[in-house]
Nanobody
Framework: QVQLVESGGGLVQPGGSLRLSCVQS????????IAWFRQPPGKEREGVSC????????YYADAVKGRFTISRDNAKNTVYLQMNNLRPEDTAVYYC?????????????????????WGHGTQVTVSS
């Protein structure tokens, strides 16, 4: 059974840091893109960051460039999202998702319909 399980969310003050984890089971990492999306309260889900399991290429939304870092540990079947200098506008439910990397490069890394596996999400709240 395929599963993506997120963890690491919580409440943090502005300027603080969190590290999210996405553990995969039931399918092979190879040739997959693993992405983080987020859905702020009352807003649509949006792409945050993505990493290719094939060559390690990374992608970031403009809103998080320079503050968030995505990484992978293939031996642990885990993708991480290190989030630094968090802002109140980063408050959201964060989801990880897996999709076919080559297709996503063609149609757009943030094309949510291309991602066929999704986790249930982890809440991140940035507030003083």
């Amino acid at each position: 059974q395929v599963q993506l399980v997120e963890s690491g969310g919580g409440l943090v003050q502005p300027g603080g840091s969190l590290r999210l984890s996405c553990v995969q089971s039931g399918f092979r990492w190879n040739y997959e893109a693993i992405a983080w999306f987020r859905q702020p309260p009352g807003k649509e889900r949006e792409g945050v960051s993505c990493i290719s399991s094939k060559d390690g290429a990374t992608y970031y939304a403009d809103a998080v460039k320079g503050r968030f870092t995505i990484s992978r540990d293939n031996a642990k079947n885990t993708v991480y999202l290190q989030m630094n200098n968090l802002r109140p506008e980063d408050t959201a439910v964060y989801y990880c998702a897996a999709g076919p990397y080559e297709s996503l490069v063609r149609v757009g890394i943030w094309s949510q319909s291309q991602y066929y596996y999704w986790g249930h999400g982890t809440q991140v709240t940035v507030s003083s």
